[in-house]
């Protein structure tokens, strides 16, 4: 097999390279021109140790056709068996024009299946159950990230390509290391829960009401796509890499409260009355002191949670599936507070 990567190098990518190296075949990676992109790519490159079956390809997202050399398209043009797309959140360009550029770019190369990285959060507003067949009902979208993402979904739907669409919900640590590369979801509270170890465990810190999540570590998103995108005759289907399991917000924060030594977090009001507090001039200086920008609370929370048919099907006896999140918290709280704190 054959493979065009873009985002390679990003969190998700620097773990799914490994899978895809289990399988034969050369895997091209999309590197921005330039010195830092391509220290970046030889660090993964070292890490991967796929030696010369990794290769570089020059490109950018912001260029047609990816910026990519015309007669390397030629070259390869039917070659290409996937196409994995997992750069559409870093998309430079308004409405989707990376992601356009990437259909293009797999169009000319005849490629046989386009595997494209979306999120959950294209659910935007909905509520109740947000199924892997939704897509464009009516949902407001509050933030840039989910309208790029929307967008980029609907350029790849509306394709000749063959396509696979995945929605992760909130990737965070690597299950059995910890490790990570970026700050999200939960670890946005960690300073605050390292804080609040300095008060008696029998304080309890009173927050709002924080709403149901959803998280997943990075190495069962990286298993599973590789083990769904090599399944025959899934196309043009929507899989959501989710936890079937519903989770509030602060159950799962109280779990790293534990490893912090931190009282737990108690909900005691609607996040409106909060916001409302913070509006009062002088009030909101608290949270960005401990790492909680006000836009993070705003969107803490997934008002829908989603159903994994298709997905739980897709992995049905692989062995593929989503550890409870008590099983690695300590790791995850490990990590950070070695290599972030």
Do not use: K
């Given at each position: 097999m054959t493979y065009l990567v873009t985002g390679a190098t990003g969190f998700i990518g620097r773990f799914l390279i490994p899978e895809l190296l289990k399988h034969e075949g050369d895997i091209h990676v999309l590197v921005r021109p330039g010195h830092a992109a391509a220290d970046r790519?030889?660090?993964?490159a070292q890490e991967w140790a796929g030696g010369d079956r990794v290769r570089l390809v020059h490109g950018d997202l912001g260029a047609p056709k990816l910026g990519?050399?015309?007669t390397w398209l030629a070259r390869h043009r039917g070659s290409i068996e996937h196409v994995f797309h997992l750069a559409a959140g870093y998309d430079p360009t308004e409405r989707g024009g990376g992601t356009r550029h990437l259909v293009d770019a797999a169009e000319e190369l005849n490629a046989l299946r386009l595997h494209h990285v979306s999120t959950v959060e294209v659910a935007g507003s909905c509520a109740g159950s947000f199924?892997?067949?939704?897509?464009?009902?009516?949902?407001s979208l509050a933030t840039p990230m989910q309208r790029a993402e929307f967008e980029a979904e609907r350029i790849v739907r509306e394709s000749t390509l063959r396509w696979r669409i995945y929605r992760p919900s909130i990737v965070i640590g690597h299950s059995r290391t910890g490790e990570i590369d970026h700050i999200d979801g939960p670890y946005h509270f960690f300073r605050l829960l390292r804080m609040?170890?300095?008060?008696?465990?029998l304080l309890p810190v009173l927050v709002p009401?924080?709403?149901?999540t959803n998280m997943v570590p990075v190495d069962f998103v990286a298993r599973a796509l590789d083990h769904i995108a090599h399944q025959p005759d899934s196309d043009k289907i929507t899989y959501h890499l989710v936890d079937p399991r519903r989770l509030r917000a602060v159950e799962a924060l109280n779990l790293f409260a534990d490893e912090a030594g931190a009282p737990h977090l108690v909900e005691v009001m609607p996040k409106r009355t909060l916001g409302m507090l913070l509006r009062v001039p002088g009030a909101n200086w608290l949270l960005p002191r401990v790492g909680v920008a006000l836009d993070v609370l705003e969107h803490s929370e997934f008002t829908c949670w989603f159903?994994?048919?298709?997905?739980s099907a897709a992995l049905a006896g692989s062995g593929i599936k989503v550890p409870p999140l008590d099983a690695y918290a300590p790791?995850?709280?490990k990590y950070w507070i070695e290599n972030w704190v």
């Open positions: 790519f030889a660090c993964c990519i050399d015309p199924t892997e067949d939704m897509f464009d009902y009516g949902q609040a170890a300095q008060l008696p465990r009401e924080l709403g149901e159903d994994c048919r298709h997905a790791r995850i709280w």
